[in-house]
């Protein structure tokens, strides 16, 4: 079974930048990372997509975080980072790292990180 642990959340300023990082651990195979990724929810708000990353560099980002966040992996190291810059208010939720396989364009979701919470004040 696959560990996620997320780090880096916090607390910052509106239009200031947070990084954040998962890494896989346990029982880790390439098929059960092949596609790693970050969702989040916001406060009484469902869970949303945020950005995914193949093992091979395929990326796709939600429209909502285009140009202002950046998804990066090492495969050889199992992680995946988030790089958020000019985060707005809209982005606080926590935000969940997760690894699964991609089917086509659908990302189906095997493990599940505890999340780490962001808040981006005004």
């Known amino acids: 079974q696959v560990q996620l642990v997320e780090s880096g959340g916090g607390l910052v300023q509106a239009g200031g930048s947070l990084r954040l990082s998962c890494a896989a651990s346990?029982?880790?195979?390439?098929?059960?990372?092949?596609?790693m990724g970050w969702y989040r929810q916001p406060p009484g708000k469902q869970r949303e997509f945020v950005a995914r990353?193949?093992?091979?560099?395929?990326?796709k980002y939600a429209d909502s975080v285009k140009g202002r966040f950046t998804i990066s992996r090492e495969n050889a190291k199992k992680t995946v980072a988030l790089q958020m810059n000019s985060l707005k208010p809209e982005d606080t939720a926590v935000y969940y790292c997760?690894?699964?396989?991609?089917?086509?364009?659908?990302?189906?979701?095997?493990?599940w990180g505890q999340g780490t919470q962001v808040t981006v004040t005004s």
């Open positions: 997760t690894a699964g396989r991609l089917y086509s364009d659908y990302f189906s979701t095997s493990s």
């Open positions: 990353v193949t093992s091979g560099g395929d990326i």
């Open positions: 346990g029982i880790v195979f390439s098929s059960n990372v092949e596609t």
